[in-house]
């Protein structure tokens, strides 16, 4: 090994060591913070998304490379999740099981030292947080590909659970199996979903291979581990947490797919200073209620970015809206717009102000 080569070497070593020193300070400085936190409420988040981002925020700006700044986040996330560990788990429900698109959203937003609690449904995941055994709950919210996720807008209707943050996760399909190799193929596996956004890319490449539906990506890939001529249509997560070999990676037919994925608490996040705000409305029932309705907030400049709506199933032809809008609730124009839409319907509920995601 030449003298330059072990001197690099020995040079990395020295600074992980000093990474290693400055880490295990910066833990003792987190769990100080958590004490003082517990001390004003006991039971105060650990987690606060605020201070995340400007942590996120700042040190993107202050990199000048050659280290990516797009690796930054992640790199940080792990750092900040494994410091809250110290504190105890950070106790995190979704709609299971393992290695789905739901799982990886939730360790893009608390990385790999918090406890994640798989449940069957999402009215399981709403149940968890409502009733304390875990901190917070992740649902899926809307595909770019398949829309709005209806039963995570009927469960607001009812829950006290307030909106604590989003996550955008990429929906990445990769064909996989115990091999890794696609001759052996004689059946695949997937959700119906995943089946049918790579549609295109199956009738092209493997047309004589049946294709079977499964409840989960999860479960094919489970099924894929037993059956060495079976491969499964799954996330990248789940070939590493099952031991499957990719075979082709990315096989979607639509590469700009997304989901965007709420995060639920029974506490309101702080104010960022970039924020959204999510409302439930419910109009009245005469013509132009709707326009009348959404009219302030243009008047007070506020910019709408989502509306849906879903029956109330209260009474025949009356419907629930939910609307994005950027701003926080306790900035003025959008509590005076809140105000002002607040006296033009039936009722309205504040799903929560949070963080936009970036």
Known sequence: MSDDLQGHRQEIDRIDDQILRLLNERSKS????GKLKKQRD?????????????????LSKQNTGPFPTDAIRA?????????LSLEGPQKVAYLGPRATFTHMACMQKFGSSA?????NSIKDV?????????????????????????????????SSLLIYGEVLQEVAHHLMSKSGVAGEIKRIYSHPHAIAQCRNWLETNLPHVPVSEVASTAR???????????????????????????????????????????????????????????????????????????????S?????????????????????FFVDIEGHIDEERVKKAAEEVKSRCLFMKILGSYPAYS
């Open 115 to 119: 406890q994640y609690i798989p449940v």
């Open 42 to 58: 006991a039971e105060a988040h650990l987690h606060t998304p605020a201070r995340e981002a400007a942590i996120f925020e700042r």
């Open 220 to 298: 094919a890939a489970e099924l894929s581990v037993d059956d060495p001529s079976a491969a499964a249509i799954a996330s990248e997560l789940a070939s590493q947490l099952y031991g499957l070999k990719v075979i082709t990676a990315r096989i979607e037919d639509n590469i700009n797919n997304f989901t965007r994925f709420l995060v639920l608490s029974q506490k309101a996040p702080e104010r960022t200073g970039r924020d959204k705000t999510s409302l439930m409305l419910s109009v009245k029932d005469k013509v132009g209620a709707l326009y009348d309705l959404l009219r302030p907030f243009a």
């Open 126 to 158: 709403f149940s968890e947080v409502e009733r304390g055994r875990a901190h917070f709950g992740v649902v899926p919210i809307e595909n770019t590909t398949e829309g709005v996720v209806n039963h995570t807008l009927d469960m607001f209707v009812d």
């Open 30 to 33: 987190v769990i100080e913070i």
């Open 75 to 83: 790199v940080y996330r792990e750092i900040m999740s494994a410091s």
């Open 300 to 320: 007070h400049g506020l910019n709408m970015t989502k509306i849906e709506s879903r029956p109330s199933r209260r009474k025949a032809w009356e419907y629930i």
